[in-house]
């Protein structure tokens, strides 16, 4: 059977890159007058783009999430033609540019201010280096920038060159010095590295696991209103793991979350209302937020999504979306859709039946270690279903499931030795 993610509702932050170097909060806004000259022209630029995170600009500067793209590109470009050798106009124009997706354009703005040795210019161009961002990827010089930049005090740096360490992009992975890079941000006021800290602490790394610790972390977080802080919070409440459960307060959370935007706070919000935990049961709202977070992009909102057309649950039935909406996210590398996908090839039920096809999404979730997955390949292997008999590889495939505590692997990996001991060992022919 296809089944719902046990850990649906979990926004792994820190495993995001450019998710986690996004800078969410309370923003300044400045309107731009129509006449300008060279001096406010600058101050105009700064209001509109400029970080809180820079030395002198805390209580002006605007997060990337409240910047208004539109007013801030304009305002810029008005100041570099004012002043072009200006080099923290270049860094704002650059950033504000990057913010709009226009990468390529940002590039020779952040290089100069980069060059210049500005340190929004440096953290900004690090992460399009590290990612491949409009720019040949070049993840050890970015992550070198983002060093030098965090080693001089920048917050944004400093969380963002605790990803690089975290994930091993440009440096060598170093769960240990992530860490300490997340706390120097955190305590230099990034709300995204409080978050990361908090998830440290959850997963154990670099740190003792510690519940407790990860819910202080995230809690520090949600009073700087990030939306992370406050789906990762949330999700603490809504399972019980720092020993509280509190569902009414969860929703609330993943209620502030979406306001703000947070995709995984819709998907959650969704799960909360199918599941009636904290809010009266609606799976008619369900599906609605589900389609939000689906529509732009969430691999999890479709998932879950995919699920609610399968079993008719606040939306009529349509087996044909949700194959599609699977395929979307299997193909984003969301395990449980390819999991869920080699399940419907193989059973048969609601397509035609395709080993092959159920065998090839099968692998795909068994390579990204989901223990359903794993078990499923050694029964294709086993029987030879889309795919050569195979009962040595079908043993490796149960034992990497058994090992994570899946029932049924452990109990065909006793078969199958059962099985070879009653053979008894083979004597020499006559």
């Known amino acids: 059977m296809a ?24 923003a300044a806004f400045f309107i731009l007058t129509s006449s300008v000259q060279a001096g406010p022209a600058l101050d105009n630029c700064a209001a509109q783009a400029a970080s ?3 030395e002198g600009f805390e209580e002006i500067g605007t997060t990337l999430r409240e910047m208004n793209l539109s007013d801030a590109i304009r305002a810029c470009n008005i100041a570099v033609s004012q002043e072009p050798n200006e080099i923290q106009a270049h860094a704002w124009l650059g950033r504000a540019l990057w913010n709009d997706k226009q990468a390529e354009r940002a590039f020779e703005h952040l290089r100069a201010g980069a060059d210049a040795g500005n340190l929004l210019a440096m953290t900004t161009l690090g992460n399009m280096l590290i990612d491949g961002d ?3 990827a070049d993840p050890a010089r970015g992550a070198q920038m983002l060093r030098e930049a965090a080693e001089a005090g920048f917050a944004t740096a400093q969380n963002s060159y605790g990803l690089a360490l975290d994930f091993g992009d440009g440096v060598e992975q170093n769960f240990v010095e992530a860490a300490r890079w997340y706390r120097r941000a955190a305590i230099n006021g990034f709300p995204r590295a409080m978050t990361n800290m908090g998830l440290m602490y959850e997963d154990g790394l670099g740190v003792d696991q510690d519940y407790v610790a990860a819910t202080a972390w995230f809690e520090r977080a949600v009073e700087k209103n990030d939306p992370s802080g406050q ?20 929703v609330e959370l993943y209620e502030m979350a979406s306001e703000q935007g947070n995709l995984f706070g819709l998907n959650n919000l969704g799960l909360m209302y199918e599941m009636g935990r904290g809010v009266e049961q609606n799976f008619e709202k369900a599906v609605g937020l589900y389609m939000q977070a689906a529509d732009q992009g969430l691999p999890l909102g479709k998932y879950n999504l995919a699920l609610s057309y399968i079993s008719g649950e606040g939306v009529k039935p349509d087996v044909a979306r949700a194959i599609e909406l699977y395929m979307e996210a299997a193909n984003q590398g969301h395990a ?52 050569e008999e195979d009962l040595d590889s079908a043993v490796q495939w149960f034992e990497l499931a058994a090992a994570q505590g899946n029932e049924l692997a452990i109990e065909a990996l006793q078969r199958i030795n059962s099985a070879q001991a009653s053979k008894g060992p083979v004597g020499k022919a006559k």
């Open 3 to 26: 089944l719902r993610e046990n850990r649906v509702n979990k926004q792994v932050v820190k495993k995001n890159p450019k998710a986690g170097r996004l800078l969410i909060g309370i």
């Open 52 to 54: 809180p995170y820079e």
């Open 134 to 136: 409009g720019v040949e």
């Open 231 to 250: 789906v990762n919070l949330g999700r603490m409440l809504d399972r019980g793991l720092a020993g509280k459960v509190d569902y009414e307060r969860a």
């Open 336 to 387: 449980l859709s390819q999991y869920n996908l080699g399940v419907i090839y193989v059973e048969g039920e609601i397509v035609e039946r395709d080993y092959s096809e159920g065998f090839r999404w099968t692998q795909m979730a068994a390579d990204q270690q989901n223990a359903n997955a794993q078990n499923n390949m050694g029964y294709l292997l086993e029987n030879g279903f889309g795919v």
